[in-house]
């Protein structure tokens, strides 16, 4: 009976573990704020470079981004210099890429190629057949990609990528469901928050009580990635889900978090008793990893008539709980429910801190 003796009385603290270092990418946005926030008391991680653009590099932190979050201003990072982003001045083991796409795409291949593994928040890489598209519960053996991908590009790092941030909420309630019955069919209609937009976003003259019923190129991503994250690794690649997706995506005057209205076609209709069991008794990839990120359950189901709401839930779980409701019957798809999750964290920041904490404890970060 080893493990139940109790510890001695004398028993000192163990070595304080060794952190990785890393490099924030885009440090100044919406997303890399989060990013530092996250990152700056995180037990596996050790904030090391902060970069941005060439406009604001050689900057005080404090003094090249306006913060806009809750807590320590610039989380104790206000007087840290902003480096560019070049690996030569600022390469980690490990660097988070919260940059715009377009730089993204010509930057996050460099960091790669220096023996840096990039978890990317960008759309450049997300559907390129060799680099995994990663929500960690759903899909953690997508990361076996990634010897695949330093196999073809010669890299010694790598790039693993998180979704756009409304496929990130979806799948918390497809990806179970998909898991427990094999949807078939799905139409999605998202009422999404502002600040997915990035700072300063739309104009509040657009935004204030309104809806626009138009997010570019964000119906596509939606239709697309979910397919790749809920596909099977099959001999190094990736075979698709065989679902067709439907999304139609609004922006709504609401400042984060993402709600989607979701119908559901099964090949053979489960009840309703069924499908919340299937999202209840989820398992996820994570389960006993110790992930410290993974928020204690991956989605939660709610039975109030009027949530889950934006304004009152999204903060549940640190931004990473996902939330179900008003799950019933549809007369002409056969399920319908309404799900909500953060768009800047698990759709964002929170979504690759996790990304990474999945590939140290599978060994990827060298
Ligand atoms: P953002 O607020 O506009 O921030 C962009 C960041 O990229 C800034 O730090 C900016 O630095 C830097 N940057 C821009 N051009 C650069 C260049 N040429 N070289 C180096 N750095 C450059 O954007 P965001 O909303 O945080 O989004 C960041 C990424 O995450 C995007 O790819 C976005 O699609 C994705 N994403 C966003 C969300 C969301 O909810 N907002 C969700 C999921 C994914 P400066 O300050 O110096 O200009």
Known sequence: MEHLRAAPADSRPATPKTKVPVTVLGATGVVGQRFVRRLADHPDFELAHLCASPRSAGKAYAEACDWRL????????????????????????????????DAARELEPLFAAAGCLVFSNASAFRMEADVPLLIPELNADHLGLLELQRRLRGWKGGIVTNPNCTTAVLLGALGPLHRAYGAREVSAVSMQALSGAGYPG????DAMANVIPYIK??????????????????????????????????????LEGHTIAVNLRFGTQPTMA??????????????????????????????EADR???????????????????????PVFGAKLVVLGHNTERGAAGASVLNAELALARGFVR
Do not use: W
């Not at 739309?202 to 003259?205: A, Y």
């Not at 990736?238 to 139609?248: G, K, M, N, R, V």
């Not at 209840?280 to 389960?287: E, G, H, M, N």
């Open 308 to 330: 889950p709401q934006p304004r009152r839930d999204v903060e549940e779980g640190g931004g990473m709980e996902l939330q179900v409701g008003r799950l019933r019957p549809c």
């Open 202 to 205: 739309v104009p509040s003259l």
């Open 274 to 303: 069924e499908l919340e069991a299937a999202l209840a008794s989820f398992v996820p990839d994570t389960a006993g990893l110790g992930l410290h990120t993974a928020p204690t359950s991956f989605v939660r189901v709610r039975h």
């Open 70 to 101: 809750d807590g320590e201003a610039y989380a104790g990072f206000g007087g840290k210099v902003l480096l560019p982003c070049d690996p030569a001045m600022a390469a980690s083991p490990v660097v988070f890429s919260a940059l715009d796409t």
């Open 217 to 254: 190129g964000e119906e596509d991503k939606v239709e697309t990635e979910a397919r790749k994250i809920l596909g099977r690794l099959d001999g190094g690649r990736i075979l698709e889900a065989p679902i067709a997706i439907s999304a139609q995506c609004n922006r709504v005057p609401v």
